[in-house]
């Protein structure tokens, strides 16, 4: 395909701010979640996608956060006025693979268009979100993260702690070490707490979530976090709470300025916040480190679960639109164009090759800490326990989990009876989610 060269008419577009598509090129819709800096980069990836070719223009529209891109979606698809691509969280996955006659799976979209296309090429531990029973992609991985640790390596040295813990175990006598010796009010805290607490713990310990692998098996998968080592993790945090080694900070990322600010010396969080992390970390030196893991659970720890979301292809598209996405998921998939995303935001690349350019590029030596996700993500092989969840109104389940956490953690409510009625209360959600799409 050849690039377009309009003289004096580009230069006076360029002049007018304005972008040139191709006269007549096949319009693509591309709804998404990203706003502030974020979704200027995603209008940058557009636009150099439209500039290699003239038949195709794909168009990102800011649809507000990830419920409300969601939401937006489903209604423009029963108006049939639906967008070609839609931006939808690892949460909504269950719902939009159930939403019968409203999506393309990718992997049809890619081996219809005639693209030499590889899935192999994509890192297993995150495309493993994203697909059927039978390892065929559903969605297009765009932004996935995982959790990681960040340490305030001034705090450790001033408490005399020289390393950061690989289980659990030796956290825990670390953050009493620090706590003890007034480096910090505050040990650790954590951000997203049924992510990392109990998703992600049961995924590295190789725990059930929930039956059914996960809900990869089936509707009929229900929790049992409330029968694993889940509930001694949880009566572990409530213990330090007791003595100041962790400190509940409250839901999504309301925990972040207990770290910011020196309160705590750890905090566990999205990989994808390393970005606010140097940005906030001015007064301190930072690292980041894995997960810890239970030496008493598992010799070697699983790989986490990824956060994020991923580009889904909605129905009632003409040809040359499908083929259009299925062009631009081939750029978007690119080495150059995977790294160079991974690198402004602090998500994970999505293939092998984008982390290997990294790797030759010195973007790794040149930033400490960018690539533990992604070797937390890929040291080992998914198992069925550590692929991901594929569940029924998660959005709804981690809000039930989290209601109970704070019960928990306030002391209102004893462990087991807390983690039996999330577990008792997100099993109606299931049920109506299978009930529904039966």
Same mark, same amino acid.
């Given at each position: 395909?050849?690039?377009?060269?309009?003289? /004096?008419?580009?230069?006076?577009?360029?002049?007018?701010?304005?972008?040139?598509? /191709?006269?007549?090129?096949?319009?693509?819709?591309?709804?998404?979640?990203?706003?502030?800096?974020?979704?200027?980069?995603?209008?940058?990836?557009?636009?150099?996608?439209?500039?290699?070719?003239?038949?195709? =223009?794909?168009?990102?529209?800011?649809?507000?956060?990830?419920?409300?891109?969601?939401?937006?979606?489903? @209604?423009?698809?029963?108006?049939?006025?639906?967008?070609?691509?839609?931006?939808?969280?690892?949460?909504?996955? @269950?719902?939009?693979?159930?939403?019968?006659? %409203?999506? =393309?799976?990718?992997?049809?979209?890619?081996? *219809?268009?005639?693209?030499?296309?590889?899935?192999?090429?994509?890192?297993?531990?995150?495309?493993?979100?994203?697909?059927?029973?039978?390892?065929?992609?559903?969605?297009?991985?765009?932004?996935?993260?995982?959790?990681?640790?960040?340490?305030?390596?001034?705090?450790? /040295?001033?408490?005399?702690?020289?390393?950061?813990?690989?289980?659990?175990?030796?956290?825990?006598? %670390?953050?009493?070490?620090?706590?003890?010796?007034?480096?910090?009010?505050?040990?650790?805290?954590?951000?997203?707490?049924?992510?990392?607490?109990?998703?992600?713990?049961?995924?590295?310990?190789?725990?059930?979530?929930?039956?059914?692998?996960?809900?990869?098996?089936?509707?009929?998968?229900?929790?049992?976090?409330?029968d694993t080592a889940v509930v001694d993790h949880i009566q572990r945090l409530t213990d330090w709470q007791q003595d100041g080694r962790f400190d509940y900070g409250g839901r999504f990322d309301e925990a972040a300025p207990a770290f910011y600010t020196g309160r705590c010396a750890m905090l566990m969080a999205?990989?994808?916040?390393?970005?606010?992390?140097?940005? $906030?970390?001015?007064?301190?030196?930072?690292?980041? %480190?894995?997960?810890?893991?239970?030496?008493?659970?598992?010799?070697?720890?699983?790989?986490?679960?990824?956060?994020?979301? &991923?580009?889904?292809?909605?129905?009632?598209? &003409? *040809?040359?639109?499908?083929?259009?996405?299925?062009?631009?998921?081939?750029?978007?998939?690119?080495?150059?164009?995977?790294? *160079?995303?991974?690198?402004?935001?602090?998500?994970?690349?999505?293939?092998?090759?984008?982390?290997?350019?990294?790797?030759?590029?010195?973007?790794?030596?040149?930033?400490?800490?960018?690539?533990?996700?992604?070797?937390?993500?890929?040291?080992?092989?998914?198992?069925? $326990?550590?692929?991901?969840?594929?569940?029924?109104?998660?959005?709804?389940?981690?809000?039930?989990?989290?209601?109970?956490?704070?019960?928990?953690? $306030?002391?209102?409510?004893?462990?087991?009876?807390?983690?039996?009625?999330?577990?008792?209360?997100?099993?109606?959600?299931?049920?109506?989610?299978?009930? /529904?799409?039966?």
């Open positions: 395909m050849s690039r377009i060269h309009a003289g /004096a008419l580009t230069l006076g577009l360029a002049a007018a701010g304005l972008s040139l598509s /191709a006269q007549g090129a096949t319009e693509i819709a591309w709804w998404h979640a990203m706003g502030g800096e974020l979704g200027n980069k995603v209008d940058e990836i557009a636009a150099n996608f439209n500039e290699t070719q003239d038949d195709y =223009v794909v168009k990102p529209s800011f649809r507000g956060n990830y419920s409300e891109t969601m939401t937006s979606a489903i @209604a423009a698809f029963r108006a049939n006025e639906a967008p070609a691509i839609v931006q939808i969280y690892e949460v909504g996955t @269950a719902t939009m693979m159930n939403a019968e006659g %409203a999506i =393309v799976p990718v992997h049809e979209l890619m081996a *219809d268009s005639g693209l030499d296309f590889d899935p192999d090429a994509f890192l297993p531990a995150v495309t493993g979100y994203y697909t059927n029973g039978d390892g065929q992609m559903l969605s297009m991985p765009f932004n996935s993260s995982t959790p990681v640790v960040y340490v305030n390596r001034d705090i450790l /040295a001033e408490a005399g702690v020289d390393e950061v813990p690989a289980t659990w175990e030796g956290l825990g006598e %670390a953050l009493g070490q620090i706590v003890d010796s007034g480096a910090a009010e505050c040990g650790m805290t954590t951000t997203w707490p049924s992510w990392i607490q109990l998703e992600n713990f049961s995924a590295r310990h190789d725990l059930p979530f929930a039956t059914e692998e996960n809900g990869f098996g089936g509707l009929d998968a229900r929790l049992t976090i409330n999205s990989s994808a916040s390393l970005a606010g992390v140097r940005a $906030n970390a001015e007064d301190f030196e930072f690292s980041v %480190a894995p997960l810890p893991y239970s030496s008493e659970l598992i010799d070697t720890p699983q790989n986490s679960i990824i956060g994020g979301a &991923s580009l889904w292809v909605l129905a009632g598209q &003409s *040809d040359e639109v499908y083929q259009g996405v299925a062009e631009f998921f081939d750029y978007l998939s690119s080495a150059e164009v995977q790294a *160079d995303w991974h690198q402004f935001s602090g998500y994970l690349p999505i293939t092998e090759a984008a982390y290997e350019l990294g790797q030759e590029q010195g973007f790794y030596e040149d930033n400490p800490g960018s690539a533990v996700a992604i070797e937390q993500m890929t040291g080992v092989t998914p198992t069925a $326990n550590s692929k991901g969840l594929r569940l029924g109104n998660m959005p709804q389940i981690r809000d039930v989990i989290e209601e109970q956490l704070e019960k928990i953690f $306030n002391g209102d409510i004893g462990v087991q009876e807390g983690m039996d009625e999330a577990v008792s209360r997100s099993n109606e959600l299931l049920e109506r989610f299978q009930q /529904a799409n039966d």
